[in-house]
Nanobody
Framework: QVQLEESGGGSVQAGESLRLSCAASSFLYRSKCMGWFRQVPGKEREGIAVSIFSSGSKFYADSVEGRFTLSRDDAKNTLYLQMNNLKPEDTAMYYC??????????????????????????WGQGTQVTISS
């Protein structure tokens, strides 16, 4: 049974916006951390945004800081990623993820270290985002 379901991907021009949605089960929506990764062929999956349930803290990768914003709708158990001023280098498959391991031993969140894709316990199926110049 699908417990994380992404939607909202598509193809837009550079400078435009998209909003991705991740609809979660009640349990997964209250995971210690929940966020987004992205991946292009031939490259490692990278964490780009993560929400910490207990503190409400949000962390963003440098590549998306100031352009992407996380938000949550508790009534719908849905995590959103608002993506503004999109760039061609944002083209990727975007995955929603949830888990209990939110930081590495040095206190870095999912968006700050390359091995972070091993941390989530659950993954969505992915939604494609394509940005043309």
């Amino acid at each position: 049974q699908v417990q994380l379901e992404e939607s909202g991907g598509g193809s837009v021009q550079a400078g435009e916006s998209l909003r991705l949605s991740c609809a979660a089960s009640s349990f997964l929506y209250r995971s210690k951390c929940m966020g987004w990764f992205r991946q292009v062929p031939g490259k490692e999956r990278e964490g780009i945004a993560v929400s910490i349930f207990s503190s409400g803290s949000k962390f963003y990768a440098d590549s998306v800081e100031g352009r992407f914003t996380l938000s949550r709708d508790d009534a719908k158990n849905t995590l959103y990623l608002q993506m503004n001023n999109l760039k061609p280098e944002d083209t990727a498959m975007y995955y929603c993820a949830a888990g209990a391991k939110c930081f590495d031993g040095s206190g870095n969140s999912w968006v700050r270290f390359s091995t972070s894709p091993s941390y989530p316990d659950y993954w969505g199926q992915g939604t494609q985002v394509t940005i043309s110049s």
